[in-house]
T-cell receptor, first 116, second 115 residues
Framework: NAGVMQNPRHLVRRRGQEARLRCSPMKGHSHVYWYRQLPEEGLKFMVYLQKENIIDESGMPKERFSAEFPKEGPSILRIQQVVRGDSAAYFC??????????????FGPGTRLTVT | AQKVTQAQTEISVVEKEDVTLDCVYE???????LFWYKQPPSGELVFLIR??????QNEISGRYSWNFQKSTSSFNFTITASQVVDSAVYFC????????????FGGGTRLMVKP
């Protein structure tokens, strides 16, 4: 039973480059969530997606950040023109159902982005 | 708006001591879900427990126990006879049916268990 997969685990980018973070949810899960953890802080919600739909992007910065979850393939979090303040751990989670008693989010190992 | 407060930023204990991690939450929703996650030094997030607001029964799992008190909006986590492997950052989190599936995390408590 493979868990939530994220790659790469570590990503180094220079200022101005693009970062692409990938997340494959657990088998059978169709709900994906992205969270960001800044150094020494808790996790902050960024976006919630279902297949081909963005359901809630209230936590996403208005510029440079985008997310998708296509019909086939992993979910992608894309950060354009990265800045040093984007350095953080980015966690993806997935759930089987969206809400209710069976709702649990399982997290991937995270991608640690370092912007130099 | 929902909020989770973990007032203890860091706790240090000696092995075999019992330790309680506090979690206080705020929500206007009547149906909500509380979680605890563990983040060991390796960095991944490990799910520990989910508690539904309509189920106030406390839970014990081995050395771990959780005390859910709706009257004080608290969901505290106790580790009995702590071990060095318990050293980690522990996060309490909250969501509800009206929260758009967004988990709201507390700031975390770093637990250090010394041999």
């Amino acid at each position: 039973n493979a868990g939530v997969m994220q790659n790469p685990r570590h990503l180094v980018r220079r200022r101005g480059q693009e970062a692409r973070l990938r997340c494959s949810p657990m088998k059978g899960h169709s709900h994906v969530y992205w969270y960001r953890q800044l150094p020494e802080e808790g996790l902050k919600f960024m976006v919630y997606l279902q297949k081909e739909n963005i359901i809630d992007e209230s936590g996403m910065p208005k510029e440079r950040f985008s997310a998708e979850f296509p019909k086939e393939g992993p979910s992608i979090l894309r950060i354009q023109q990265v800045v040093r303040g984007d350095s953080a751990a980015y966690f993806c989670a997935s759930s089987l159902l969206g809400q209710g008693p069976s709702y649990e989010q399982y997290f991937g190992p995270g991608t640690r982005l370092t912007v130099t | 708006a929902q909020k989770v407060t973990q007032a203890q930023t860091e706790i240090s204990v000696v092995e075999k001591e019992d330790v309680t991690l506090d979690c206080v939450y705020e929500t206007r929703d009547t149906t909500y879900y509380l979680f605890w996650y563990k983040q060991p030094p390796s960095g991944e997030l490990v799910f520990l427990i989910r508690r539904n607001s309509f189920d106030e029964q406390n839970e014990i799992s081995g050395r771990y126990s959780w005390n859910f008190q709706k009257s004080t909006s608290s969901f505290n986590f106790t580790i009995t006879a702590s071990q060095v492997v318990d050293s980690a950052v522990y996060f309490c989190a909250l969501t509800s049916d009206n929260a758009g599936n967004m988990l709201t995390f507390g700031g975390g408590t770093r637990l250090m268990v010394k041999p």
